[in-house]
T-cell receptor
Framework: AQKVTQAQTEISVVEKEDVTLDCVYETRDTTYYLFWYKQPPSGELVFLIRRNSFDEQNEISGRYSWNFQKSTSSFNFTITASQVVDSAVYFCALLEYNFNKFYFGSGTKLNVKP | NAGVTQTPKFQVLKTGQSMTLQCAQDMNHNSMYWYRQDPGMGLRLIYYSASEGTTDKGEVPNGYNVSRLNKREFSLRLESAAPSQTSVYFC????????????????FGDGTRLSIL
């Protein structure tokens, strides 16, 4: 079974639209961490955010916001007023604390058109 | 400010050849990882090393071996390359995660694009 599911393979929006990238995870570990990474066309992986399983506070950083809901095992990522530079593949990832193993989702490719 | 350095950046091999991908980090991290990235598959963990002297299998270890040479270096070896191993390989490192610790994300190298003919 997939540990991290990103059901949206590809999303296209027009600049200035808001967009939400979905992430659903599965774990039996009581302590875990969730991450979002961005991979722009240049190929490098850029860390965006990390949340632990004890902290369900939502977070906002500029145009980015994250909604963590343990009840639905989801950690969704919203970009407000999207820009062309946001075009990238976004990966959600899960770290199971007791096994120190990472699981990545298959990624969502975001295309922001001018 | 090198972070995680992978060599080589590109490589083409023939089926059956052997190859070692090198990875070094200068952040004094305990944990190191090797992933492969294939279209539509995201990143899949091949092997990881939680600390110097230990290595463990990830999701897709078959056809690979690793060596944690010291705290800085973690190499990935393909003994007999197969076309199915054509991929982009990423090395990463992180501090061992402790409950209550601050942000400790994985830091990634720039990747090695490996093609096997």
């Amino acid at each position: 079974a997939q540990k991290v599911t990103q059901a949206q393979t590809e999303i296209s929006v027009v600049e200035k639209e808001d967009v939400t990238l979905d992430c659903v995870y599965e774990t039996r570990d009581t302590t875990y961490y969730l991450f979002w990474y961005k991979q722009p066309p240049s190929g490098e992986l850029v860390f965006l955010i990390r949340r632990n399983s004890f902290d369900e506070q939502n977070e906002i950083s500029g145009r980015y916001s994250w909604n963590f809901q343990k009840s639905t095992s989801s950690f969704n990522f919203t970009i407000t007023a999207s820009q062309v530079v946001d075009s990238a593949v976004y990966f959600c990832a899960l770290l199971e604390y007791n096994f120190n193993k990472f699981y990545f989702g298959s990624g969502t490719k975001l295309n922001v058109k001018p | 400010n090198a972070g995680v350095t992978q060599t080589p950046k590109f490589q083409v091999l023939k089926t059956g050849q052997s190859m070692t991908l090198q990875c070094a980090q200068d952040m004094n991290h305990n944990s190191m990882y090797w992933y492969r990235q294939d279209p539509g598959m995201g990143l899949r963990l091949i092997y990881y090393s939680a600390s110097e002297g230990t290595t463990d299998k990830g999701e897709v270890p078959n056809g690979y071996n690793v060596s944690r040479l010291n705290k800085r270096e973690f190499s990935l070896r393909l003994e007999s390359a197969a076309p199915s191993q054509t991929s982009v390989y990423f090395c990463a490192s992180s501090e061992t995660v402790n409950r209550g610790a601050g942000d400790q994300p994985q830091h990634f190298g720039d990747g090695t694009r490996l093609s096997i003919l």
